[in-house]
Each structure stands twice: as C-alpha cells, then as structure tokens.
C-alpha cells in the first residue's frame, strides 16, 4: 500500500510542476495561446481549469503525503539486525570476567638513605 501512495505522489508533483509551468504570472501562459473567442475553452476557462488543477493537485499531494505516512510500514524485521545491535546483544558481563592474579612479591629491604655528615 506504501508503494502504491508513493507512486500516486510522485504522479501528482510531476503533474503539478507541469501545470505551474504552464501558467503565467501575467495571464498569459496556456491561456494566451488561444486568441480566438469561438473557441470550446476559452481564455477565461483555461485559466480556471489551471488553478483548479494546480489546487486540486497540491491539495491531493498534502492528503496523499499524510496517508502515506500513516502506511509506512513498521514491523521489525529480524533478519537484518545492526552490527551494534549485535554487540550489545552478546556483550560480556565485565563483573563475570575473572580477575588477573596478582603475583606475590617478596617484600623488598627497605633502603637506608646515605649518611650524608661529612666527618672529615
């Protein structure tokens, strides 16, 4: 369903690009190509359509966008797992690991300082 809705997006800003472009700021744009009056769509109803497309269009992208991220899917997938992940998970308990032995040394002699009177 995701893939769908990401698909009806991009269908509806490529759609809406094209119509923005189309327009002109001035009132020209599409509307300006048919200059006879006879015509089934005229200048006016170009425009209208124009602007009804473009808010039509961008209203839809705002609601698909929403609904899209309501359908991201959530689950958890247990094959594919972080390296980080995994090393939290088989971490070693460092108060388990056994202490390195201390070795006994023999108590040194405590050292004299040298007599430093000169008794010459």
């Known amino acids: 369903m995701f ?26 744009g599409l509307a300006a190509n048919f200059s006879a ?4 769509m005229g200048v006016r109803k170009t425009s209208d359509f124009l602007e009804k497309a473009t808010w039509t269009l961008a209203a839809s992208l705002v609601f698909l966008s929403i609904l899209a991220s309501a359908t991201i899917p959530r689950g958890e997938i247990e ?6 992940e995994d090393q939290i998970e088989n971490r070693i308990d460092p108060s388990g690991i056994p202490a390195f032995p201390i070795p006994d040394l023999p108590e040194a002699e405590p050292v004299q300082p040298p007599d430093n009177d000169n008794d010459q």
């Open 3 to 28: 893939i769908f809705i990401s698909v009806l997006i991009f269908i509806a800003a490529i759609l809406l690009v094209l119509i923005v472009l189309v327009q002109n700021s001035k009132g020209g």
């Open 37 to 40: 009056s006879n015509q089934v």
């Open 79 to 84: 094959g594919e797992r972080s390296l980080i």
